[in-house]
């Protein structure tokens, strides 16, 4: 029996925080607007990305969920405090809760969810929660210009400002090095 293949990722950053990572399903490509999440293969390739797809399923009613959560949440990223923006998270919040449980390991929690296709949007605003209660200047959009990802800066010092080094923050260098060069 063969393993199963895991469908190709082309998002250029990956492995963010999973509501980062959702937000992060939107991205630009050579000037180009690209959207992973245009149908529900690609809501596929999000769910195995974030380890979701043996708990949910790639359907219709998940991604449209998963499309308004998205949408949610680049709001309050964007404008963090917005009211209107605020009310849009809360929105999908409504739709799931967390249990508490006592596992073999001690206390655990467990979230609950009506309908499953609401899972892995409750999953990635309650995911944002945690990142507001842990550290919210270090939630980030890329420096770039041109760039619209976003991420989790864990750097010692707080001081991240390229979603990826070697694509933005290389491209800002060599932009920088180019106008020194033309002004001498």
């Known amino acids: 029996m063969s393993a199963a293949r895991q469908p ?7 492995g963010e925080p999973l509501s980062l990572d959702l937000l992060n399903t939107v991205w630009m490509h050579e000037g180009e607007r690209r959207d ?4 529900t293969e ?8 974030n380890g979701l ?6 359907d219709a009613a998940t991604l449209e969920h998963a499309l308004r959560a998205r949408d949610a949440l680049a709001a309050v990223v964007d404008s963090p405090g917005d009211p209107a923006g605020v009310a849009r998270v809360d929105e999908v919040l409504a739709h799931g809760r967390i249990r508490a449980t006592l596992t073999a390991e001690g ?4 979230p609950e969810f009506a ?11 309650r995911d944002y929660l945690r990142l507001l209660a842990t550290a919210p200047d270090r939630i980030r959009g890329c420096a770039h210009e041109a760039c619209v990802l976003h991420f989790f800066d864990t750097s010692r010092n707080g ?9 933005c923050g290389n491209r800002a260098k060599a932009a920088r090095h180019y106008a020194r060069s033309r002004e001498t």
Do not use: I, Y
Request: charged share 20%.
């Open 8 to 14: 190709h990722d082309p998002r250029p950053l990956v």
């Open 107 to 110: 206390p655990g929690e467990e």
């Open 159 to 167: 001081t991240r400002r390229w979603c990826s080094m070697a694509a």
């Open 42 to 49: 690609g809501l596929a390739v999000w769910l195995a990305a």
């Open 53 to 58: 797809d043996t708990r949910f399923t790639a």
């Open 36 to 39: 992973l999440l245009t149908g």
């Open 115 to 125: 309908d499953a296709a609401r899972g892995p949007a409750w999953l990635a605003a």
